[in-house]
């Protein structure tokens, strides 16, 4: 598990380019997938027969997508000047290794220098247009034959074991559950399964709304990273969300309340079968499950998260033991679900 989720989240991905996450995720699900095809808009939809004849009855998704920069402007300079794709909080940028375009260009996140900084400026955190990527170009001229308008830059960050348990690397949020996914494939499975890997959701759940119109499943399950709350100066009441806490269970954010059926089959399910779980009591937004729960006619929908320090950040930390924990609690869910009528 730990080289598949290392392999998929060395691939640069930004929304709209998944391109090479997509490929290696077909790599791995054409092994496995009785049907396999890609959407209009770049959904990997892999379709696997189990033991018992369910149909479309269950989709299980993963986003492939992460967060990242476009370049929207080159200055007289050579500097490139671009916008966040998905949510990036400024404070991060500055001093950030970046690869640009589809030859990843390195790069570095650039600012004003710190001595020529006024005093107001000092009290606040820079705008977006303040900063730009500095690819090492001398002139408009000279960059232009290197980066294109609309080319979008990933954190140059290789993934890596740190601390002895924990994984860092970006994008971990989608990757660990496109890694759970394609682990579970390998699987003889006890009822039919469609397994969804959807595209844009970091810029509002796009690639997920389409896909479920094309599945139209009775139930959807989502797995996702919720962010964690184990931080310096968080007070211990709101720890809520921790690293090596176990698989999370969301129950409701900003554009989603999970079906409380299947929470609740989820939580007795963890509880039973002795597998780590938490509550988290708020995520930032509904993500794919609220694009999928209200797509149609509807569709039944639950969450399974991992815990994930620093999201959309280059260093996002996740525990190994809770991407256990979501592969554990996804198995017997599915299983669970094959007995029902």
């Known amino acids: 598990m730990k080289e598949l989720l290392k392999r998929l989240c060395s691939i640069p991905g930004v929304s709209s380019w998944e391109d090479r996450v997509r490929d290696c995720v077909m790599d791995v699900a054409g092994q496995y997938a009785t049907e396999l095809r890609v959407d209009a808009m770049g959904n990997v939809i892999a379709f696997k027969e189990g033991i018992k004849a369910t149909g479309n009855k269950l989709l299980l998704t993963a986003h492939m997508d992460e967060v990242g920069l476009m370049v929207r402007s080159i200055t007289d300079e050579g500097y490139l000047k671009f916008d966040t794709v998905g949510h990036i909080d400024r404070r991060i940028l500055l001093g950030k290794r970046m690869l640009v375009g589809p030859n990843l260009l390195p790069a570095v996140v650039g600012l004003k220098a710190y001595h020529l900084v006024s005093r107001d400026e000092e009290k606040s955190v820079p705008k977006l247009e303040d900063y730009y990527l500095d690819i090492g170009a001398e002139s408009k001229e000279e960059a232009g034959k290197q980066v294109n308008l609309g080319d979008v830059a990933v954190f140059d960050s290789p993934p890596e074991i740190f601390g002895g348990s924990l994984l860092k690397g970006r994008a971990l949020g989608g990757r660990i559950g496109c890694a759970v996914l394609l682990w579970l494939m390998r699987e003889e499975l006890p009822m039919d399964c469609t397994f969804v890997f959807t595209t844009q959701r970091e810029v509002g759940a796009r690639g997920a709304f389409g896909a479920a119109f094309s599945v139209k499943p009775e139930v959807a399950l989502v797995l996702e990273g919720a962010s964690a709350a184990d931080l310096a100066g968080v007070p211990a009441h709101k720890k809520s969300c921790v690293l090596g806490g176990g698989a999370v269970l969301p129950f409701m954010n900003k554009g989603v309340i999970v079906d409380r059926g299947l929470f609740e089959m989820l939580r007795t399910l963890a509880k039973e079968q002795n597998i780590p779980w938490q509550l988290c009591e708020n995520t930032a937004g ?33 525990d190994a033991s809770d991407v256990e924990a979501v592969v554990s609690l996804t198995r017997a869910f599915i299983t669970h679900l094959s007995k029902e009528d």
């Open 286 to 318: 509904s993500g794919d499950a609220g694009a999928i729960q209200r797509t149609a006619a509807g569709a039944r929908t639950a969450v399974i998260a991992v815990p994930v320090r620093y999201p959309h950040t280059p260093a996002t930390l996740a």
